[in-house]
């Protein structure tokens, strides 16, 4: 049936560290795609989404792109902060979910 | 401003006992979903409605259930609580399926002992 994958964590960098959390998925036709942020004691949020092939979704210096042929949505952000500490969510359409990938940053 | 709210946020009950869990969205959001959260599991869909009256299983229904009698809430009932449940339950909504962002809840933090 229709999944998502995501890297699993946890994972730690420094400060300015360049990072990746990888997605992939499997599903027929053409879902919307999203990362969602969760930070410690809150609900999910947003931080990007793509609705086709080939967009690029990118928010607070982060970006991901809806790449068809490999079936992946993978996150990338050039220089981390420690406030980007926090639980990263792959999501396709609604309701499926990867199970998450925490990043710590530190000073 | 608009939002989506849970209550209680923290709640400690007994193996089996019927607990309710309240999510209240003031966005007029047609879908919303109720999310079970454990480590190693991620997120898991429970049960799900696109509107008033419709009601769907998630992947993990059994010992929940919902009701939607309008637009703005949607309860999640445990008809017997068991240690099993011990999780932290999200509610989200959306205005329409597929490309629309979840709005989610803070998060009810229920423990059955």
């Known amino acids: 049936g229709d999944s998502v994958t995501q890297m699993e964590g946890p994972v730690t960098l420094s400060e300015e560290a360049f990072l990746t959390i990888n997605c992939t998925y499997t599903a027929t036709g053409y879902p919307s795609l999203f990362w969602y942020v969760q930070y410690p004691g809150e609900g999910l949020q947003l931080l990007l989404k793509?609705?086709?092939?080939?967009d690029k979704g990118s928010n607070k210096g982060f970006e991901a792109t809806y790449r068809k042929e490999t079936t992946s949505f993978h996150l990338e952000k050039g220089s981390v902060q420690v406030s980007d500490s926090a639980v990263y969510f792959c999501?396709?359409?609604?309701?499926?979910f990867g199970a998450g990938t925490r990043l710590t940053v530190k000073p | 401003d608009a939002e989506i709210t849970q209550s209680p946020r923290h709640k400690i009950t007994e193996t089996g006992r019927q607990v309710t869990l309240a999510c209240h969205q003031t966005?007029?959001?047609?879908?919303m979903f109720w999310y079970r959260q454990d480590l190693g599991h991620g997120l898991r869909l429970i049960h799900y409605?696109?509107?008033?009256?419709?009601?769907n299983k998630g992947e993990v229904s059994d010992g929940y259930s919902v009701s939607r009698s309008n637009t703005e809430d949607l309860p999640l009932t445990l008809e017997s609580a068991a240690s099993s449940q011990t999780s932290v339950y999200f509610c989200?909504?959306?205005?329409?399926?597929?490309?629309?962002?979840?709005?989610f809840g803070p998060g009810t933090r229920l423990t059955v002992l």
């Open positions: 793509a609705t086709k092939a080939d």
């Open positions: 966005w007029n959001h047609n879908n």
């Open positions: 409605s696109y509107g008033v009256h419709d009601t």
């Open positions: 989200a909504s959306s205005e329409q399926g597929g490309a629309d962002e979840q709005f």
């Open positions: 999501a396709y359409n609604d309701m499926r």
